[in-house]
């Protein structure tokens, strides 16, 4: 049963590729985006990976798709067809498919439980994480404590790349800024928007903060959160308005919750040194080391959602402003 | 099983070079970018591919379950590079919106033509 369905989604999926491609509307093309975005996260559920299902789901199928319209309405909306080398590009990803195609014959058995890829680093996390941490969600745990040296970098490279695309959008020019609410922005008009928005906003935002926090217990973060937050106030600002969104969060407040969350990071790491441990270690932040690493994941979870939250709003607003 | 498995990397590899095409063949970049993004899910699918053990669950612990679960390593990196995806994404998209500010197009071909004069 789930066999057919895995095959049935992922044959969707491979449809869809084709589709986005083929799409000379980019328009269409971005809504497939959306499409593919969700049947990977439906596969990656049926793959177990629960925190990712809902990473893609909230991020690939929600975020993206907004993003990329907005890309779409400050530049153009129609691609012209024509691709000189179309034939030699067929030859070359035609040719590499099939190599990529007969290597997967050499791979471990699906599924195998004495793959390299299991029998390396992992049953040490699966084992270790009760007696150390003692959390439920092992992914968590590596994510927090056991890796976080790579989870510090990520967030990083979040803030980097939210920070790149202020420094080329800008955040449009003061005067328009301050401007007073145009009462027709957004969806204001359209009633039904308007109500379903009105319903769905608070429980996004609940489920959002649900995730955050209860990302020890269950699948959850502050990536998915932070996605899953932007997502509700994106919403609002789509339904509302952006200047009425701006006014709920404004920049100067964005920019704080960016740069806030990477040094709420840093700092627990530091509290670790201070404490007489080493950088990133939660261990001497509580009187007994397994509360230590609980308070730290959750901190730096936090610190996580913060930056998500405010890079993916900054990102959105710096393209809303630019198409003023 | 058997034949899923193989099923998920082969379209993983067929995937991989939709994406791959889209960057080379089309000269529209946001279209590239597009072509970007698929290369990238293709990428994330072999990763949670790699990690499904036989019988296995979700690695969260619960009192009811196998006790059998899947690799937990290829989710954290994934699920982090998903978010970091959209991050390069947005900044990719920044770049095109300054090129049509500048050029006027975001057709390759037409960019290239403008620097040559």
Redesign the interface.
Known sequence: M??MF??FL??L??IT??A??RAEN?FV??ML?GI??LL?AA??FI??????AL??AA??AG??TV??LS??A???ER??A?????VL??L???A??LV??YA??D?P?????Q?P??TH??PW??EK??EYIDI????T???GSF?GY??LG?VF??FT??I??LF??GRGRPSERSEVINENEGLRHHLIPRVVGRVLIPFILLFGLYVQFHGE???G?G??A??LIAAAIILFALIEGEQRALRVLPHRLLLGLMSAGPLLYGAVGIAGIVLGGNFLDYSPLASNPIKGQQLGILIIEAGVGIT?TG??LS?FH??AA?GR | MELLGLYHYWVFAILLMIGFYAVIAKLNLVKKLIGLSLFQSAVFLLYITMGKVELGTAPIFSDSGSGIFSNPLPQVLILTAIVVGISTTALGLGIVVRIKEEYGSIEEDEIQEIDRR
């Open positions: 789930i066999v895995g095959i992922l044959t999926l491979v590729a084709v986005i491609v980019l093309a971005v985006m593919a975005s990977i596969n990656f793959l177990d990976a629960a925190d990712v990473t893609e991020v690939g975020i993206s993003l990329f890309a779409l400050l530049t153009s691609e012209r024509k691709s000189p080398n179309k590009s067929f070359v990803v035609g590499a498919a990529l195609i997967t014959f791979k058995r699906f599924g195998d439980p793959a890829v299991q680093v992992a996390y699966l994480t009760p439920p969600n092992v992914v745990a590596v994510l890796r790579d989870t990520e490279v979040v790349a939210g790149g695309v080329l959008l217990y269950g699948p973060g990536f998915q932070g996605a998500v890079v993916l990102v710096a393209f630019r």
